[in-house]
């Protein structure tokens, strides 16, 4: 079927990595990479072991494996812990009265399109929640741990809250601590090595950071990526992925910089937003990912006092175009926008600013 015949609109992705609109662009060669693994036959368990042994030499990992996405490499983190080495409850995850908790702090119960703890629940654990959406301290934690605590999850995300939260070193050093595995969701960072000593588990998006196709990696200890594999003739049946995905995704680690985009180019994109402040009510600045990450946004602030459209209007307006244009529109009720540069051209730009005047009357 053509693209024509669907009448899809085009997106231009000023957002970042969001599934919502289909996460990334793939080069050339992941595309080719694909088109080898899915011409091809293969003994699945053989291209799955020996896969996750070359993503666990990039992951600086003792073992790994490619899921078909990270909410499935989370799903089938947690099954783990909850059976651990029983093949006897990996068959039956769901028909056994099995209690065991992860531990995951409120400010990281988050809906990153579906909710975190949905996963963790498919998993077979049940969440138990610490600390407050404004803050949370080691030491809640710590008095949340009983007889039945199986692990901890912990986000790395600009998604999740930032302020008054313990830090990924010290929840770590708590769960070495008390001898508890920790799963750590980095699904959108971009440095996908600097995790291995902190965690007992990783877990990566292969479509985001990487730009490879809808995938995932869970990464991390041996003793623990072992009890994982009997899932896969379980719950994980339900997310197996297909040797295409496997060849592309491979190939993308191979191509993947933990740069990116440089500083510089992301800086070249957004300084061309600054013409919007030729617009009355309208403010341009440049700001750095929350969660410290070598990405920069231009933030769109209006002045609702001086523009002819709040800032809620301008972002849904901007979807609803000839070409849908998607923003960081999570503080646009409060007056402001954010704007991605990492999948923009210079054309794309120019076309943004183009339709930011034409709504707001410039």
Known sequence: MSVAKMDLKKVINASGKMSIIGVSTMADDVIDAMEV?????YEMEDLQEKSGEIVAEYMRTESALITNSASSALVLAVAGLIT??????AERMHAEPLHKEILLMKGHM????APVSTM???GGGHVREVGYANGCRVEQMEAAINENTAGIVFVQSHHCVQKNMPTLEQVSQLARRVELPLIVDIAAEEDISGYSDLADLIILSGSKALEG???GILAGKEQYLEYV???LKGIGRAMKVGKESIFGLLQALETYTNEGMSKQNQMELLNQFFELENLVGVKVAIHQDESGRQIYRARIELDESKVKHDALYLTQQLKQGDIAIYTRDYNANIGYFDI???ALSSQEVDTMIARIKQILGG
């Open 120 to 122: 963790i629940a498919l």
């Open 213 to 215: 196709p809808t995938s």
């Open 229 to 231: 594999k009997p899932h």
């Open 110 to 113: 988050i809906d990153y399109g």
């Open 340 to 342: 991605d540069p990492r």
């Open 37 to 41: 693994g899915g011409k091809h036959f």
């Open 84 to 89: 651990e080495n029983d093949s006897f409850l």
